[in-house]
Structures are given as C-alpha cells and as structure tokens.
C-alpha cells in the first residue's frame, strides 16, 4: 500500500525573521534608573500609554552599554540574517514607552525606517502583555477568503494569524519595521516598561542603476 505521505514537501517560502537575544553584558541598573527616570509624555495616555519626552534617548552616555549591544545585534541581524550589505547602521530614534494597566497599543508598523527593535526592562509578571506580532491582512498578501480554521492551530505555523513573544526583562527583539505588530491590554500590577527604537544603515539606500538610489548626504 503506497504511503499517502510519501513525497511531500512543504516550502516556507518568503517568512519574516524576528530576532531575540539576551542581555549578558554589564550590570544595566544605572542605565535602568536613567531610563525610569526620563520625563515622560503621552498622546491618548489613557489608551497607549506614555514615552519619553526624549525620542533620542539611546545616544545618552548613561545608555552606552545598551546601545553598544543594540548595535552588535543589529549588525548581526542585518548581515547574517536579512544579509544586508551594510556594515554600520545608525539609530534614528529611540524612546521608552510605558504601559500602564489598562493600557494597550493598536496595530501598527514603523515607518521611514528598515529595522526596529524593542529591549524590555522593569517589574513584570505572568500577566504583563507581550509584543504580538500580525500576519499581513493588505495589499498583496490579502486574503478574500474566510475559511474554517480547525481549533487548534499550533501544529502548523502556516495557519497561524498572530504570534506574541512574551515580556521578559533584558529581552531584545529585533524585525523588519514593515511588520505589523501591537501590545494587548495590560492586565498586571505592573507598568509595562520597554525602550523601543528605530534604525537606518548608513550611507545610502537601493541602488544607482536601478533609480532607487537614495545618498542621504545630498538630501540632508
């Protein structure tokens, strides 16, 4: 009797990397308390929550250990897994945002920037929300079907719709700032507390011959 699974192959084609690593490096309490203690501002507060007045706030010399594990990440993430042909990228901003309970943020993407990432830190619980990552719902990718999902989708990442990378302090995420993604209600105790920023490389982008050739030093 033929085996029905003989032959198959499943090709994961076009998936979209988010990275994450551990903070191992230097003891981080100054650069934490500099971090609580940035003014803070906030538009709808009672819905997203509040960031830091300073939206540069990694160039700080108090933040030099964090952001020189930033960019040692970053640098890794971009040449060895989105193999961008970049050797220095450079932050453009960088701010800490404070969620606190009942508070959320909706869907969204980063614009004018290649990657962003997002380092957590603070008091948390089993409670405190995570990052939750969107598959695309436009453009090219949208789906005009609405099937029948069976309950459990587990078993294959292909069916899947959101996935969520929960809040652990000294966490580092890093990903392609086109992605959707979102933070859900805040349902602990705790103020949901993480440094989030965004990042160009240096020099230029796309290409001369091809007439996508963007030379940031003739447009600044």
Known sequence: MNDPQKGIEVLGLFPQPVFTRVYMGNDLTSTVSFLDNAELMGDMPDQYGYHSKDTYILDAHECAPLKSFVM????????KVLMFDYDEYALSQSWTSHKLPGQHHTMHTHPNSLISGVFYYGETDSS???????????GANASY????????????????????????PGLLILFPSHMLHSVPTNESKFTRKSLAFNVQPKGSLGYRNNLTELLFHKVM
Do not use: C, V
């Open 128 to 138: 405190t929300p995570a990052i939750k990552f969107h598959k695309p719902i436009f």
């Open 145 to 168: 079907m609405a099937p029948q999902y069976q309950a459990d989708r587990r078993p294959s990442e292909y069916a899947w719709e959101t996935f969520a990378i929960n809040h652990a």
């Open 72 to 79: 040692d990440s970053l640098k890794y993430f971009g040449q």
